[in-house]
């Protein structure tokens, strides 16, 4: 069975820089992982994603050009790189792995199986 477990979240002030992690147990290329941001009281949302067999990624357009995903083969870790934070980014974050590429244009939280436990992104102004 697939294992996420993520890290990184913490608080910080608008502008700045978080890293977030995701060590899972994936070695095959054939899966699909990504990132999810739940507001409170809102639904999840992905953020970005990646499918490894062949490199093609995701990101929601309220994070293109601020968000990175990136992978490290070989610790079996998932990355997103937060940058230039805003208010609105503030939230839960997920990681989130399925087999195969994600079906529909966008990934949707109904589409994976496997998830992590969340960790929490808080960005004061």
């Known amino acids: 069975q697939v294992q996420l477990v993520d890290s990184g979240g913490g608080s910080v002030q608008a502008g700045g820089s978080l890293r977030l992690s995701c060590a899972h147990s994936i070695n095959s290329e054939a899966y699909s992982v990504g990132w999810f941001h739940q507001a409170p009281g809102k639904e999840r949302e992905g953020v970005a994603a990646?499918?490894?067999?062949?490199?093609?990624?995701y990101y929601a357009d309220s994070v293109k050009g601020r968000f990175t995903i990136s992978r490290d083969k070989a610790k079996n870790t998932l990355y997103l790189q937060m940058n230039s934070l805003k208010s609105e980014d503030t939230g839960v974050y997920y990681c989130a792995a399925r087999v195969g590429r994600w079906p529909n244009s966008v990934p949707e939280a109904g589409d994976f199986k496997y998830w992590g436990q969340g960790t929490q992104v808080t960005v004061s102004s």
């Open positions: 990646t499918y490894y067999a062949t490199g093609s990624t």
